[in-house]
């Protein structure tokens, strides 16, 4: 079917008209596969996994070109998706204070927005987090709902958020240590390469709405991304998640912490790499599924 062909069997179906020819097949397909389903009286895709989504985007600080920068959580968005009603909720954000490099550069306040005076005004990273888990308590999220929290990629979990509780020396939150990478559960869903935000609403025939790296318009971008997919029949599941070593009982009881010997990166990205073209992975996504699991690697060496 055409383009036009597949946009006016959809409308004829009352269903969404927009988004790339790739998208309105799955769409179309979709449809028909829950209406079979549905008659064989088996549960159709679409019912979703969880009650709610927490979609995430933090802003950190940052210099220009500074790859090894310690980067300091100063924007903590959250917005709230019900899976069922498949719409924004409720909406958490506040801004955080900076400890470690107080003074924001040039080259972060250019990109975020976040100017001097608003973290200067704001409380630090702990007191802003215990605020966002009052908030997620308000909503019974993990209590009586069932959740996930939304990212786009996996460094909002296993780079800002690890060093931050790093460097606030409070312990990683549970309920960050699984979640929804967007980019990865889009590109398995619509059988399309690995998209960047703007890229994946260009694709469903949507525009970014807000400002660019605003940590709560990314938010709210990332959730309308993660709606659309819910429409279109995908059951958003945790998909990446973060290991986080903890001394075992016995060293515990010893007192004794586990030290472990120094391991040249090159040699170990280079063992990395061998170990996963050994697995041969049949996978029209292994490029991208393999550079995740050496940046994964990279920052659990690092």
């Given at each position: 079917m055409t383009s036009k062909e597949l946009r006016d069997k959809l409308a004829e179906l009352k269903l969404d008209i927009r988004g790339s020819k790739d998208i309105l097949q799955k769409r179309l397909k979709m449809h028909y596969k829950q209406r079979?389903?549905?008659?064989?009286?088996?549960?159709?895709?679409?019912?979703?996994?969880?009650?709610?989504?927490?979609?995430?985007?933090?802003?950190?600080?940052?210099?220009?070109?500074?790859?090894?920068?310690?980067?300091?959580?100063?924007?903590?968005?959250?917005?709230?998706?019900?899976?069922?009603?498949?719409?924004i909720v409720d909406e958490f954000h506040e801004y955080c204070k900076p400890v470690l490099n107080p003074k924001l550069t040039d080259f972060c306040s250019t990109l975020t927005?976040?100017?001097?005076?608003?973290?200067?005004?704001?409380?630090e990273f702990p007191a802003v987090?215990?605020?966002?888990?009052?908030?997620?308590?308000?909503?019974?999220?993990?209590?009586?709902?069932?959740?996930?929290?939304?990212?786009?990629?996996?460094?909002?979990m296993s780079r800002f958020l690890q060093m931050q509780c790093n460097f606030s020396k409070i312990p990683f939150p549970c309920w960050g240590k699984k979640w929804i990478n967007i980019r990865k559960a889009y590109s398995t869903y619509y059988s399309c390469k690995r998209m960047n935000l703007e890229e994946m609403l260009i694709n469903l025939g949507l525009k970014f709405e807000g400002t660019q790296h605003c940590g709560l318009h990314d938010s709210r971008n990332i959730a309308r991304i993660a709606i659309q997919l819910l429409k279109d029949g995908c059951d958003l599941v945790k998909n990446e998640f973060l290991h986080v070593n903890q001394p075992s009982q016995g060293s515990r009881a010893q007192g004794n912490s586990i030290k472990k010997s120094p391991q040249d990166p090159l040699k170990s990205q280079e063992e990395m790499v061998k170990k996963l073209e050994?697995?041969?992975?049949?996978?029209?996504?292994?490029?991208?599924?393999?550079?995740?699991?050496?940046?994964?690697?990279r920052l659990q060496s690092s």
């Open positions: 079979k389903l549905m008659k064989a009286k088996v549960r159709p895709p679409g019912n979703t996994t969880y009650d709610y989504l927490i979609v995430i985007d933090f802003e950190a600080t940052c210099q220009e070109n500074n790859l090894n920068y310690n980067h300091e959580i100063i924007e903590f968005p959250a917005v709230l998706v019900d899976c069922h009603s498949r719409e927005g976040i100017t001097q005076d608003v973290v200067d005004s704001a409380e987090l215990a605020r966002m888990e009052t908030w997620m308590m308000k909503h019974y999220l993990g209590v009586d709902h069932t959740f996930a929290v939304v990212t786009d990629g996996p460094w909002d050994e697995m041969k992975l049949e996978s029209k996504h292994f490029v991208d599924e393999n550079q995740d699991l050496l940046e994964y690697h």
